[in-house]
């Protein structure tokens, strides 16, 4: 489904490139050796053993003359899978999709380079089994290794092994290795030990993020996805943390976006010269190739593609693949939701839309935005809306929103826009008429935004904990005030009067009483009401609407509502009243 430069090695290509195979494996060894990940012990006294194999890939590096070249990447991976002994807990948490783009506002925001780092064999740079052992209080971890066959000669050529055995030793881990379960957690938290002890604070709301402050003044922040971290701050801070990390994990590969571009998560990262910054996944969507139907099926839309194996392999793929660019082309995510609902009972039919998707996204390339915002002060904009069908037998509608950061311009909800977080889903809830789809999708939007404003306000005061934070909202202090944005008129009426009224559906009052008081204690700032016509997130639940406005936002970085429109605030602040107060 997608054309690659550069992919694993044949075994045809390992036998006429086994020098180049050969040095990558030692290189391989080597570090394992460097970096005090084994030892030899006896296989008598060996309790959990497992094989290995190697993986061989092309890799593009920058040569010398600064052109791209192909080497061999060889990695060691141990079969888990054969693993008896492991710790129960082996999460590793890494940044949210928002978070990600949390660094990118903050870049651009503050007109900060954009940076990533790469930690070359972050795996076998984890906390050892002795020390995970003291910080646990549980007993220290053990298990061992055979190395794949043939390569034993490898283990032999280094100085402290030369008297490897395979029939008499095995290799006993001292910590964790690739294809481990625990090894993403010993090296996330090695790294989380290594940012903290260098005074970074790590925000609640997303445990990848972390931020560096002087004077109660944000100076550098990061994101941190397993051996890649993506970073922006002042010159000063960028160059000491670089200092920090690789002294505890040696050199790091750094990348620069400004006037340039690079590569993170599969993400294509431009920064210009005014700091602004474009994401998109162009470069993939490029190397993406549509299914082909045999002639045999191409007028019968309703044969199941679970008769023909082959061809519900390549559908599954191919949808996967165009699914992944649902991070930076919101104008698809409507079409690539109602496909993955479909693949259970996939046709033909389902796969010549797929394939008419794909063709949509290689002729109409976008990507996201972000702008230098022309005002200081800015607020949390949540775009929501949603699309009840009657006849649908399943009574769950669909829902789209759009999150992000905006300009707090008096008289207008939006400006430039940072976005931050979309989405194209069903509800979660049955819905039996447009106001009740309306309600729920406005109601599961605010709650994604309400984290998003926390998130910010923890950023911008690093002592808060939680509790604080919550003490924050429910009083109306956050760093950014939030802003709802719907197309339902009845929606908005009943959250702009005094009372809320009961609605047909009485379940629904408890949704709208949550709301209004969200409303009345000033965590939601602020109700807007605009036509239909201007509601950016309608193309986030409809696919038979032009996706004209959702490319331009794409484009652009700005949304404008015009046309008729509506505000509604509470004047008078009721914080909630904590339960302490009540006692």
Not at 280 to 286: A, E, I, L, R
Not at 306 to 328: K, M, N, P, R, Y
Request: hydrophobic content about 35%.
């Amino acid at each position: 489904m997608i054309e690659r430069n550069v992919d694993f090695l044949t075994k045809a290509e390992v036998k006429d490139h086994w020098v180049l195979v050969l040095a990558a494996m030692r290189k391989e060894v080597k570090s394992f050796e460097d970096l005090g990940v084994f030892e030899l012990a006896l296989r008598s006294q060996s309790k959990n053993n497992c094989s290995s194999r190697w993986i061989l890939r092309w890799k593009l590096v920058t040569g010398s003359d600064g052109k791209p070249q192909k080497v061999v990447k060889a990695r060691l991976v141990i079969r888990g899978y054969e693993d008896r002994d492991y710790e129960s807990s082996t999460f590793a948490s890494t940044t949210s999709r928002w978070g990600q783009r949390v660094i990118v506002s903050l870049s651009v925001e503050n007109k900060w380079k954009l940076y990533t780092l790469d930690i070359g064999t972050a795996f076998l740079q984890g906390l050892t089994y002795s020390q995970i052992s003291t910080m646990s209080e549980l007993p220290e971890r053990e298990v061992s290794f055979d190395p794949p066959k043939g390569s034993e000669f490898l283990i032999r050529e280094l100085p402290k092994f030369k008297t490897y055995n395979p029939v008499q030793h095995v290799l006993r881990l001292l910590k964790s290795a690739y294809g481990l379960r625990d090894a993403p957690k010993a090296w996330r938290t090695a790294l989380d030990r290594c940012l903290k002890k260098w005074g970074m604070i790590q925000i609640v709301t997303d445990a990848g993020i972390y931020c560096k402050y002087f004077q109660n003044k944000l100076i550098l922040c990061l994101s941190a996805h397993v051996d890649d971290l993506k970073v922006c701050g002042t010159p000063q801070a960028y160059a000491e943390l670089k200092e920090v990390l690789e002294k505890d994990f040696g050199k790091l590969t750094e990348k620069c976006a400004f006037e340039s571009e690079l590569e993170h998560c599969g993400i294509i990262h431009q920064q210009h010269r005014d700091y602004s910054i474009v994401l998109h996944q162009n470069h993939y969507v490029s190397q993406l190739r549509p299914a082909e139907i045999p002639l045999a099926l191409i007028d019968k839309p309703e044969h199941p593609l679970s008769q023909e194996t082959e061809l519900f392999a390549t559908f599954q793929a191919l949808l996967g693949c165009v699914g992944w660019t649902a991070q930076t082309r919101p104008d698809g995510c409507v079409y690539i939701s109602a496909l993955q609902r479909a693949t259970s009972h996939a046709t033909v039919g389902h796969l010549k839309k797929l394939n008419k998707l794909l063709k949509y996204l290689r002729t109409k390339p976008c990507g996201l935005t972000y702008r230098n915002f022309g005002v200081e002060k800015l607020k949390c904009l949540c775009i929501s809306d949603s699309a009840f069908r009657r006849e649908d037998p399943s009574c769950l509608a669909m829902r789209g929103a759009m999150i992000g950061r905006c300009e707090d311009v008096e008289g207008k909800p939006g400006g430039v826009f940072h976005p931050l977080e979309f989405f194209s889903r069903r509800q979660r809830k049955i819905t039996r008429s447009t106001f009740a789809a309306e309600t729920n999708a406005f109601a599961d939007s605010i709650e994604i935004s309400r984290v998003i404003t926390q998130t910010f306000t923890a950023i911008q005061f690093p002592t808060e904990s939680m509790h604080q934070l919550i003490e924050r909202e429910e009083t109306g202090r956050m760093a950014l005030h939030l802003h709802g944005v719907v197309d339902c008129k009845s929606l908005f009426d009943h959250l702009a009067s005094d009372e809320t009224q009961l609605p047909s559906e009485s379940s629904l009052i408890l949704v709208l009483a949550g709301l209004k008081e969200l409303l009345r204690c000033h965590s939601l700032k602020a109700t807007w009401w605009i036509n239909t016509h201007c509601m950016l997130a309608d193309g986030l639940n409809k696919g038979l609407i032009s996706r004209k406005a959702l490319r331009d936002y794409g484009h652009t970085g700005v949304w404008e509502a015009t046309g008729a429109m509506k505000k509604h605030f509470e004047t008078s602040h009721k914080p909630i009243v904590s339960c302490k107060q009540d006692m």
